[in-house]
T-cell receptor
């Protein structure tokens, strides 16, 4: 089992560009989450999903969109990247309301 | 909004020493999770505590949750360089946000030989 994987691992964008981060899990988990981690801020929840076809806003959703078309995948989109979105993005999944398992992260820089 | 205070912010210890990291919430928690993160990597799940007064151990790491379910501690006995990293506590407040975690800012642990 690969667990939770994220692509890409690194990305540099210019302000205004768009991109999609992909998260995949092979544990048949219902719940999936997107977090961002910034120095001195800990992890903050962006969006989450409690099942295929459902998404909900977390603590810091502005500037991001998500989709969960397949149970195993959770996509995070940035339509018009801003320097404030420079961060490390983590995806996580869980069977239900229990332990979340994290991916290795995507390091995004917006110039 | 929920807040989770983690202390200390950083810790430098000599190999073989014991250490404790604390995590405090202003509200009663449904569950408390401890994770470890190495620089540039994802979070590795360590332990989950749910019952007041609960204590769990794995190898040289022990985590406790107080009776009020508002404070947790992570204790490492006889620290080793392999224990170095960032330790994060994550809390599930339950209720309408059941399953969603909010995290402390982390404790950076350095263990020198």
């Amino acid at each position: 089992n690969a667990g939770v994987t994220q692509t890409p691992k690194f990305r540099v964008l210019k302000t205004g560009q768009s991109m999609t981060l992909l998260c995949a899990q092979d544990m048949n988990h219902e719940y999936m989450y997107w977090y961002r981690q910034d120095p001195g801020m800990g992890l903050r929840l962006i969006h989450y999903s409690v099942g295929e076809g459902t998404t909900a806003k977390g603590e810091v959703p502005d500037g991001y969109n998500v989709s969960r078309l397949k149970k195993q995948n959770f996509l995070l989109g940035l339509e018009s990247a801003a320097p404030s979105q420079t961060s490390v993005y983590f995806c996580a999944s869980s069977g239900s309301t229990d332990t979340q398992y994290f991916g290795p992260g995507t390091r995004l820089t917006v110039l | 909004s929920q807040e989770l205070e983690q202390s200390p912010q950083s810790l430098i210890v000599q190999e073989g020493k014991n250490l404790t990291i604390n995590c405090t919430s202003s509200k009663t928690l449904y569950g408390l999770y401890w994770y470890k993160q190495k620089y540039g990597e994802g979070l590795i799940f360590l332990m989950m505590l749910q019952k007041g007064g609960e204590e769990k151990s794995h190898e040289k790491i022990t985590a406790k949750l107080d009776e009020k379910k508002q404070q947790s501690s992570l204790h490492i006995t006889a620290s080793q360089p392999s224990h170095a990293g960032i330790y994060l506590c994550g809390a599930d407040a339950g209720g309408s946000t059941l399953g969603r975690l909010y995290f402390g800012r982390g404790t950076q642990l350095t263990v020198w030989p």
